[in-house]
């Protein structure tokens, strides 16, 4: 059994996940697999008895190497939409995200440009939130310009 905080519901899940907002020279560090056509950010599922806290500062040492301290929290995202991967394929997600600007040291950089993520491997990337990929959530193309101090809710329903 999973200690990750994904609850079947139904014929769906939900999740509740957090995620790093890494940025550095005016890029985003994104992760990505060659199973999608997108991008999403560092991060991951919260686990059972872990702090969103706690749960993003393992995520990106999992994923990066580097032990980062949570600066703070930018994003609350309320995000329906239909997975894709082959064990939620088709099936309606209700996610909660946690994003976490974190203390990024100005020498940064990840131990390795790939982890692995169960059997598959993903990849990290550096982009700019302007340039024309796809990537989510999506309002960090508009937010990221601009942060703000306060905690900023957003709801995303792809249903």
């Known amino acids: 059994m999973s200690n990750d905080l994904t609850l079947p519901v139904g014929d769906g899940f939900v999740n509740i ?5 890494i940025l550095k020279d005016g ?6 697999n060659d199973r999608e056509d997108y991008l999403y950010t560092v991060g991951g599922r919260i ?4 702090t969103a806290k706690e749960a993003v500062e393992r995520e990106v040492f999992e994923e990066t190497g580097v032990h980062m301290e949570v600066d703070r929290l930018g994003f609350v995202h309320e995000n329906f939409f239909y997975g894709d991967a082959p064990s939620n394929k088709g099936k309606l997600i209700y996610e909660y995200d946690f ?3 974190m203390k990024v040291p100005a020498d940064f950089a990840p131990d390795s440009m790939t982890f692995m993520e169960g059997d598959s491997e993903e990849k990290l990337i550096w982009i ?3 340039e024309d990929r796809r990537f989510y959530p999506e309002f960090f193309r ?3 310009k601009e942060p703000s101090h306060e905690v900023r809710f957003f709801t995303t329903d792809e249903r």
């Open 27 to 32: 890029k985003l560090l994104m992760a990505g």
């Open 47 to 50: 686990r059972f008895g872990e």
């Open 128 to 130: 700019d939130p302007e």
């Open 142 to 144: 508009t937010e990221l």
């Open 17 to 21: 996940r957090v995620g790093a907002i």
């Open 99 to 101: 994003y976490f600007y």
